[in-house]
């Protein structure tokens, strides 16, 4: 198969340390394989995904982390609807400055001798930590400092030596099930009421509850949702604002800025213009 090199001095523009680019997947068949110049975080957003290597495929699905050094050639394809991923582009002198400051990092995540992507799966209460910080990092200068800052606390979790979970803290089995049902827009149109209604419980304990497990309310949850929903339309269609405002569950388009913009950063004009271009699968 064709392999393409991606250089991060296309990407890295005016000095930026980093990039996020967020990516809706077709399910075409990929053409080529890519690497890059430059160490990659990737972890798919919504629905399933093929990571396609030289010998094999692997389905990833929602929350898993990938961990792609600048060897290592992949390409990405949608399986069913709705497949978004996220992706990290980060300059090499970034993951090389900390590979030489923490000799603990050596032969994990990036600094692994693995032939293909080291992959990490990720929880719901650490995949929406993990989708903050993102938040954060997309709003933040593009600076290595704001990008060890998003980078450092997340490899410490991975690479420390962690006590298996008592019973207590694992997330009961009717909010799992809730909140990947919460993913169909059939339900996060319904709002915080529709989630609740999921679960059969009273609002006030699924709210407790809520808060304890994924650290949001069932709102806060919610709207990340349907953010997300707005996101993968502006950056993956060129359907009008109001018709995906509505398809949110949010028919008032002054409430869906004000939303769009508090979840990431900017207004929803201005990001769909900013990932015009898709970076993580080139042609």
Known sequence: MLQITLCHRDILKDGAAYHVARANLTNARPKALHDHDFPELLWVQNGKVRQVLAD??????????????????????????????????????????????????????????ASEPVIVKRDIRKFAELNRAALRLERAPRTALEAEAFLLPLLAELTQDVLPQAPSETPPAWLAEACLAAQDPAVFRQGAAGFVRLTGRAHPHVSRTARRYLGQSPSEFINALRMDFAAR????????????????????????????????????????KRFQRNLVQPA
């Not at 604002?241 to 201005?270: M, V, Y």
């Open 56 to 113: 094999k495929k692997i389905t990833l699905t929602e929350g898993d982390l990938l961990f792609v050094r600048p060897d290592h050639a992949h390409a990405l394809q949608g399986v069913g609807e709705e497949a978004m991923v996220v992706s990290v582009t980060l300059h090499p002198d970034i993951v090389a400055g900390l590979g030489l400051r923490h000799p603990e990092l050596s032969g994990q995540l990036f600094w692994s001798e």
């Open 233 to 272: 339309r502006l950056s993956g269609t060129e359907d009008p604002l109001p018709e995906i405002a509505a398809d949110c569950g949010i028919p008032n388009l002054s409430h869906f800025h004000k939303l769009f913009r508090a979840h990431h950063g900017e207004t929803p004009h201005q990001f769909r």
